[in-house]
């Protein structure tokens, strides 16, 4: 059999294949870590209709994020991914939760293409997972992430945001203020005039997160059935997302608010003095939004990079910029309150857990005991 290759004459494909290897071995830049060199940024296009041709080098390749989380927040986190990454542009919308499930569900009908999806919906980002519609991907960051954060190489938490108590440092004695569940549970119970109408929390209803928080309560123990029904004696007042609850607390209108989210209420409280945040000592919940891969995506390869770079320590030092703790093993001390509430910290596990009340009967089951629960019955 002939030698693939002999020394003598070169033939003429051959030489022009070896000419042009030579020719990229010298002049394309390395690859970072998380950053594409600009001519590689070209080729890693698997937009439909490319058939694997390396795109023009005038042409921009873009990477879409659908996320819950709002501009203002994933800035910087965005920013430096760009300069890391020349030629590619990042589309960021927040959209909700609802809609990007269904936008990975049925890609199709989505008005955007999504590359990677971001949710604080713990829930319908596991379904997504569970069901096949998140890539398989083990990121480069993997090892320095906790068990509970990961799922089957599909599913990656990238945040630690405790679930915390705000209140109005002006309007409530600080002898009211609770530093517990157990202890609110008390000061609603004997100073009933003193809140009445003035307390609120998520309803569980209209809300993914409030189900969330009040049903992961309920799995570390069963007095908070008791705490709820002294919010419903105390005419607590139902909202369907953190925001509002934070904007009224600050106002006066109300003076405490259960189970906010913290990245939210810190990042108020830089401006505003009059906001109280307690981080419960008996337990604390942490969130995490997490990311997955849709396989769906037109641009997985930049979609593994943005992944890599949120788990990584400066993606993380980012977002932990903005209130948003770090939900790395080597970063702990980013998350907020987390000297104070160290060993009350209780993460909530991506697992298949999370999906339990994604079934219709048993979430009608809970909401009508809920209601039950807050009309003391």
């Excluded at 830049?29 to 490319?50: C, E, M, Y």
């Excluded at 542009?89 to 909700?96: A, D, E, F, M």
């Amino acid at each position: 059999m002939r030698p693939f290759c002999q020394i003598g004459t070169v033939p003429r494909p051959l030489a022009g294949i070896i000419g042009l290897a030579a020719f990229l071995s010298v002049s394309v830049p390395a690859v970072t870590k998380f950053g594409l060199a600009p001519a590689l940024a070209d080729v890693v296009s698997s937009r439909p209709g490319t058939n694997g041709a390396a795109a023009s080098s005038q042409e921009t390749v873009e990477l879409v994020i659908g996320s819950t989380t709002p501009m203002t927040e994933a800035e910087e986190l965005v920013n430096q991914f760009k300069s890391l990454n020349p030629g590619v542009t990042v589309h960021h919308p927040k959209v909700l939760s609802s809609d990007l499930f269904e936008n990975v569900v049925n890609p199709e009908r989505g008005k955007i293409p999504l590359d990677v999806v971001w949710s604080s919906a713990m829930d319908l980002q596991i379904k997504l997972a569970n069901d096949g519609y998140a890539s398989e991907y083990r990121s480069t960051e993997a090892g320095e992430i906790p068990s509970w954060a990961q799922w089957k190489d599909r599913a990656y938490g990238v945040t630690a945001e405790p679930v915390v108590m705000i209140f109005n440092k002006k309007l409530l004695r600080a002898d009211l203020v609770p530093h517990d569940h157990a202890d609110l549970h008390r000061l609603l119970t004997e100073n009933v005039s003193t809140f009445k109408g003035k307390i609120a929390t998520y309803d569980p209803e209209q809300s993914g997160t409030g189900l969330l928080f009040i049903t992961q309560d309920l799995r570390v123990t069963a007095q908070t059935w008791k705490l709820i029904a002294a919010m419903g004696n105390a005419g607590v007042k139902l909202y369907a997302s953190s925001l509002p609850m934070i904007d009224r607390v600050c106002s006066g209108e109300l003076l405490l608010a259960y189970n906010v989210m913290a990245s939210y209420a810190l990042e108020r409280a830089k401006h505003d003095p009059n906001l109280g945040i307690v981080f419960p000592k008996d337990y604390t919940l942490l969130l995490s939004r997490i990311a997955l891969i849709p396989q769906s995506a037109r641009q997985p390869v930049l979609a593994r990079r943005f992944v890599d770079f949120l788990l990584s320590r400066e993606g993380q030092t980012l977002l932990a910029r903005h209130s948003l703790g770090s939900v790395r093993d080597d970063m702990k001390e980013s998350i907020p309150g987390y000297i104070e509430t160290e060993k009350a910290l209780r993460p909530i596990a991506l697992s298949i857990e999370l999906l339990t009340y994604l079934d219709q009967s048993k979430r009608k089951r809970f909401l009508r005991d809920w209601k039950d629960a807050l009309r003391g019955h």
